[in-house]
Each structure stands twice: as C-alpha cells, then as structure tokens.
C-alpha cells in the first residue's frame, strides 16, 4: 500500500492530505504562521513520498517544518517534474505550479476528454487540457474577493463588499450592485470560456475546482459542469505514482 503526503501551499492557507491508494485518509489545514496542524498529519502520516505545489516563497518553511518529522524527503512539483500530460506551454518555468497540479488531477478523473479546468480561489485560473494529454495552458483572472477588494480600493465612495450575500440579476442597492458585479461577472467570463471553447475544440467538460466554486455554480449557464474538490492534491498523487512506478 502506497501512502504519499500532498501539501498544496497556496497564497493564504497550506492544505496536506494523507492519500493511501488514491484515496485522502486525512487531511489538516494552517495558515503559514501557525503551522502545527500540517507537521502534525505529517509526523503521524507514515508517508513513504511527499510532493509539494507552491505559488508562494513560503513553501521553503514549510519544507523545513515538516522535513523534521518526516522519513521522507519533501520535493517541490515544479515545470521539469515529469508529469503524465505534455505542457504545450510557451513559458513552462512560469506556469503556476498549482495549475499543473490541478491539470493532472483533473485529467487524471476525465481520461481522454477536452477539459476546461477553473480553479476559483484568489485568482481565477481557466486551463485546457486536451484529449491527446496535452497541457495548453489558459488565463488568469481576478477571484471574486480581489474584485471587490480592488472596487473598493480604487474607488473614494464604494464600500468594501462581502462576497457572500443576494445576488440577483439586476442589483438593487450599491452593496448587491458590488457583488453582483463581482460573481455575475465571474460566472459570465467562465460561461463565456466555456462556449468559446467549445466552438472549437466541440465536446468539452468544464470541471470547477477552489473555495468559491459551489457560489460560482449557482450562477452558471453552461449545463453539465462537475464541481470537484480536491483535484490538487489528487493530482500530487498522481504525480507521485507517475514518478515511482
């Protein structure tokens, strides 16, 4: 029985799970100054392989963390990591480690189809993967809390908005014309996307992925999108058996 140990340290939060056979046995969360929870699933894992995605130059401290109450050493996923898709990126070096990650994870659940991956977290990200395994790469926009993080910041008079609330088609105040406009249009440039691809590619599956995924769901057009958690540290897994075997 393979047990490997995924950590996925992403701008705000670290997230590591215990996966055994494919499947995640345990799984713990911190933030980057209180680490404890993360050293604690890892000192009690019995991981035999530990792999790491990073979009942060703190993943240096946790490696340090955790490499004290590992047996393992803890390798960082990065553009030369061999990988079961072919990244047909112009600049791998600079493709985010944790769209790689996703990628495989969502390819890894959908085996031979064109897929539309969004990951909705403090950015949104939108990347293709093809039918062939191949990685084309894909966008980069604001995440529904940097939108209105940004309104309010570089405006004199609109205020900072909450993201969850009303959201109704036509806004009726200032507060539900910030949010609305904010997750509507996230919702809008995904369905977009999606269409968009799907004229050219054809037949496309949409999976969506990250902490604001199940609000942008509600407010979708497009039919048939799987809502998926986990693809991250999943495809750290499959990374992990790709390498070993």
């Known amino acids: ?44 894992s019995g991981a035999q392989a530990a792999l790491m995605a990073s979009t942060t130059h703190r993943s240096t ?38 769209r ?20 909705a ?5 939108f990347d293709v993967v093809l039918a062939d395994g191949t990685l084309l790469g894909g966008n980069i926009a604001p995440g529904i809390n940097m939108r209105l993080q940004a309104m309010h910041q570089h405006t004199s008079r609109l205020p900072l908005v ?8 036509v806004a009726y105040d200032t507060t539900t014309a910030l949010r609305c406009g904010a ?5 809008a440039e995904i369905d977009g996307m999606a269409t968009r691809l799907t004229s050219v590619l054809g037949q496309l599956k949409v999976m969506l992925t990250g902490g604001d995924a199940p609000l942008l769901a509600e407010h979708l057009l497009i039919q048939h999108v799987t809502l998926a958690d986990d693809l ?9 058996d790709y390498n070993l075997k």
């Open 162 to 169: 909450e993201r969850d609330g009303d959201v109704p088609l």
């Open 121 to 125: 977290g403090t950015c949104i990200t």
């Open 1 to 44: 029985m393979s047990t490997h140990l995924c950590i996925d340290c992403g701008n705000t939060r670290v997230k590591a799970a215990v996966i055994e056979n494919s499947v995640i046995t345990a799984r713990a969360t911190s933030d980057y100054d209180h680490l404890a929870p993360v050293v604690d699933l890892a000192a009690r």
């Open 61 to 98: 401290e946790v490696a340090q963390a955790l490499a004290d109450v590992l047996h393992c050493p803890v390798k960082e996923l990065d553009h030369t990591t061999p990988i079961p898709l072919q990244i047909a990126y112009r600049t791998p070096h600079t493709l985010g480690r944790d």
């Open 100 to 119: 790689i990650a996703t990628a495989v994870g969502a390819w890894t659940e959908f085996t031979g189809c064109n897929l539309l991956v969004v990951d």
């Open 183 to 187: 997750v509507l249009g996230a919702a």
């Open 232 to 240: 991250l540290l999943n495809g750290l897994d499959t990374i992990l």
